[in-house]
C-alpha cells in the first residue's frame, strides 16, 4: 500500500507564490499527479510528472507551476508562483504505478492523498 500525503496549501494574496508537498516512495514505473477541485467544479488535473522526470501541465498553470521530485525521489513538489484567486482549490497529490507514461486522466491513478486547501485572495 502507497501512502501519499500533502503539505503546504494555505492562504495567499494574488501574485504571491506557495510550494506544495507531497511525502511518496515510488521508485519506478510512475506517473505522478498533482491535481485541484474547487467548490462546485470537478476535480481536474495540474501537472504530472513521471520516473523519466518527464513533465506536463495543464494551460492555465504554464509558466506559474512547476512540477518536481528531490533528488531521493521521496518527495514530490508542486511550486506555483503568480498565484490568482481562479487557483484556489483542495489540491491532491496522486500516483498512477506500474505506469510508463505522462497522464493526467485521473482514472489512471490509483493512489490518493487527501488534499490540502490552498485559498488565493484578491
Known amino acids: 500500500q502507497i501512502h501519499l500525503e500533502e503539505s503546504g496549501g494555505g492562504s495567499v494574496q494574488s501574485g504571491g507564490s506557495l510550494k506544495l508537498s507531497c511525502a511518496a516512495q515510488?521508485?519506478?514505473?510512475?506517473?505522478f499527479g498533482w491535481f485541484r477541485q474547487a467548490p462546485g467544479k470537478e476535480r481536474e488535473g495540474v501537472a504530472s510528472?513521471?520516473?523519466?522526470?518527464?513533465?506536463s501541465y495543464v494551460d492555465s498553470v504554464k509558466g506559474r507551476f512547476t512540477i518536481s521530485q528531490d533528488n531521493a525521489k521521496t518527495t514530490l513538489y508542486l511550486q506555483m508562483t503568480s498565484l490568482e484567486p481562479e487557483d484556489t482549490a483542495m489540491y491532491y497529490c496522486?500516483?498512477?504505478?506500474?505506469?510508463?507514461?505522462?497522464?493526467?486522466?485521473?482514472?489512471?491513478?490509483?493512489?490518493w492523498g487527501q488534499g490540502t486547501q490552498v485559498t488565493v485572495s484578491s
Open positions: 496522486a500516483a498512477a504505478t506500474p505506469l510508463a507514461f505522462l497522464t493526467l486522466v485521473q482514472s489512471r491513478y490509483n493512489y
Open positions: 515510488i521508485f519506478s514505473n510512475y506517473c
Open positions: 510528472i513521471d520516473s523519466d522526470g518527464s513533465t
